[in-house]
């Protein structure tokens, strides 16, 4: 493992620079990250900078386009052990835009709907994310320039399972 400042950099290098299947893995591998053979980093992921060790990726996986994957959250002094592994299976494939939390395993074959945030463990080759988006609210006063927020707020109507009431 490289020192913090050194394996920082080199997340910052290995968040932009081409290669997915070559340069941003060996990155990552450096940073202290075990990750398997064939895998594909997007652009733009970001691994954990604090804990990279934390994080296993296995053989012939997928992390798509500005996924995060976090093994901690803590503020102030580092504690010992602070962290929680992140253990990716073989064969997964993970979409854009996922956020991958502490202490989730992802098991061999899964695919991780793009846009889900991993809260817990993802039994072997499961489709896993959330269910399609529903309507919120009907917008009466659009947010713009020309309206504030407390007006679009108040023009908010409630819908109730993707239907709008009176």
């Known amino acids: 493992m490289v020192g913090n400042i050194v394996g920082r950099l080199l997340h910052k290098l290995a968040f932009v620079v081409p290669g997915g299947y070559s340069l941003r893995p060996w990155l990552h591998k450096i940073r202290g990250s075990r990750i398997g053979k064939g895998v594909w980093i997007s652009q733009l992921v970001y691994i954990d900078e604090l804990y990279p060790e934390a994080v296993t990726i296995g053989e012939n996986s997928t992390i ?54 991993v809260t817990k463990d993802v039994p072997p080759y ?41």
């Open 126 to 166: 499961t489709f896993f994310g959330a269910p399609p988006s529903v309507a919120l609210g009907k917008v009466t006063v659009p947010l713009t320039p020309e309206h504030d927020y407390k007006e679009f707020i108040r023009g908010l109507r409630p819908v109730r399972n993707g239907k709008r009431t009176k």
């Open 64 to 117: 798509g386009l500005r996924t995060s994957i976090f093994t901690h959250f803590h503020w102030g002094e580092r504690r010992e052990g602070g962290y929680g592994e992140v253990l990716i299976g073989k064969d997964v494939f993970i979409g854009p835009h996922c956020l991958i939390l502490p202490n989730v395993h992802i098991g061999d074959g899964s695919v991780i709907k793009g846009g889900t945030v």
